[in-house]
């Protein structure tokens, strides 16, 4: 527990707990959407069992990534670099977080709109084992995300967790202030091509110190807060592709 008298711990903490909420905020749609389907008096439960699979999956992908991470001894080289069990996995987390948003920044601006809808199951069963599986998709991002930015297993934990409490209870106000400023969804994909490339290079040996990616990201917070704090004129913001969509917004 001696990072709780580290400030630099507490400023990994609250960055990642916001980038939690922002990239979150498309979870809580599709499983809004995937209970939608269901009759109106099972609704609220298969919401409330898919928000609590997704806090289970996060901390069970946390746990395992971890354990795998520790694993340092060298399994085989490639040129002059040992490369272990931490190295794979780091390697590949970079390079699914790079595939993974680039693809999102292509879908939100110019995917189809609601594409995956049309693919949610009818009976109560069909719909949790759907929500199960995309919650496995969804935590990957968010797990790997907390694995390249944090070193302690209690931070990462600690910061789903909260994160994902928060958006049980404010899922509605969050989702609307994304929805009202996409650039924010813009901005925390962006975050993610950041961390994929920090991962990769730390799979490579490279080490690239937290604080330059943290103030980085900060930076381009506090810019992008002002544009919105500073903004006289304000325009039509643009709207984002969603592949799960409401039947009223089909």
């Given amino acids: 527990m001696d990072w709780l008298a580290d400030p630099q711990a507490w400023i990994a903490f609250t960055t990642l707990v916001v980038l939690e909420l922002v990239l979150g905020v498309d979870n809580v749609i599709f499983i ?14 298969a919401r409330t069992l898919g928000l609590g699979l997704a806090i289970v999956s996060r901390v069970l992908l946390l ?23 931490r190295d794979i996995i ?7 977080l ?3 948003s680039t693809h999102e920044i292509h879908q939100k601006l110019e995917g189809a709109e ?20 995309l919650d496995v998709i969804f935590s990957l991002d968010s797990v790997i995300t907390a694995v390249g930015m944090v070193d302690q297993l ?41 961390i994929g490339f920090t991962l990769i ?5 490279q080490h ?19 544009n919105l704090r500073l903004r006289k004129v304000r325009a039509e913001p643009v709207k984002l592709h969603e592949a799960y969509v409401g039947e009223a917004d089909n």
């Fill in 32 to 45: 809004s959407i995937l209970a939608g389907k269901l009759p109106a008096h099972e609704q609220g439960r």
């Fill in 63 to 85: 746990l395992s990534l971890s354990w795998i991470i520790s694993l340092t001894e060298p399994l085989f080289s490639v040129l002059t670099y040992e490369i272990s069990g």
């Fill in 90 to 96: 780091l390697i590949l987390g970079g390079l699914f």
């Fill in 98 to 100: 790079l595939g993974k």
């Fill in 114 to 133: 609601g594409h995956a809808s049309a693919h949610v199951g009818p009976s109560f069963a069909g719909v949790i084992v759907q929500i199960l599986l």
């Fill in 154 to 194: 209690a931070i990462m934990i600690a910061a789903v967790i909260i994160a994902a409490g928060v958006m049980i209870v404010s899922a509605g106000p969050i989702a609307g202030f994304v929805d009202r400023h996409p650039t924010i969804k813009m901005l925390a994909l962006s975050f993610l091509l950041l």
């Fill in 201 to 205: 290079v730390e799979g490579l040996h």
């Fill in 208 to 226: 690239i110190p937290k604080g330059y990616i943290y103030f980085a990201m900060a930076f381009s917070i506090v810019v992008e807060l002002l």
